[in-house]
């Protein structure tokens, strides 16, 4: 797949087949990521893996409902509506109504993996976006694809 096609195809996946990531890939992924570029080569990154840990899962995914609902859950779906314009009109209230209520966010409890990049507070004023750019675009090369 060249980059083109992956920008073209990436897109973010929220239902999980059940089919475990080879650990070769996992480690060929984070392996790759590390090469990003970096301000002054600082590589102020790192990454938590979590596999096997389902209440860590679970919590993430708690949390990450919980914030979407208070970001999402606040606004009127007139005005955030704008921000879902790619969903079909038919299912855009549906969709909204999801994420109001945060329930599009729960994916992480059904990842075979979840990664987190972390950046080091000592490097505050420094973006980690390189970092997630390669990221995001080694497992849509990969064919695994993801959700950011």
């Not at 790759?32 to 990454?47: G, H, I, K, L």
């Not at 708690?62 to 009127?76: I, K, N, T, Y």
């Not at 059904?110 to 950046?119: F, M, Q, R, Y």
Request: charged share 30%; aromatic share 12%; hydrophobic share 40%.
């Amino acid at each position: 797949m060249d980059v083109f096609e992956a920008v073209r195809t990436r897109r973010s996946i929220r239902d999980f087949t059940g089919e475990r990531i080879p650990d070769e890939d996992l480690e060929k992924i984070l392996d790759t990521a590390r090469y990003a570029p970096s301000p002054e080569n600082m590589q102020m990154w790192r990454y938590v893996v979590i596999r096997e840990d389902q209440e860590l899962k679970k919590f993430i995914a708690d949390v990450s409902r919980q914030a979407a609902s208070e970001l999402f859950g606040s606004a009127p779906y007139e005005i955030t509506q704008g921000r879902i314009w790619y969903v079909p009109d038919h299912n855009r209230p549906a969709t909204f109504e999801d994420m109001r209520l945060g329930d599009l966010f729960e994916y992480p409890r059904d990842a075979d993996v979840v990664i987190i990049g972390c950046g080091s507070e000592t490097f505050h004023d420094s973006p980690l976006i390189y970092e997630l750019e390669y990221f995001g675009s080694i497992v849509v090369a990969m064919g695994i694809l993801n959700m950011w």
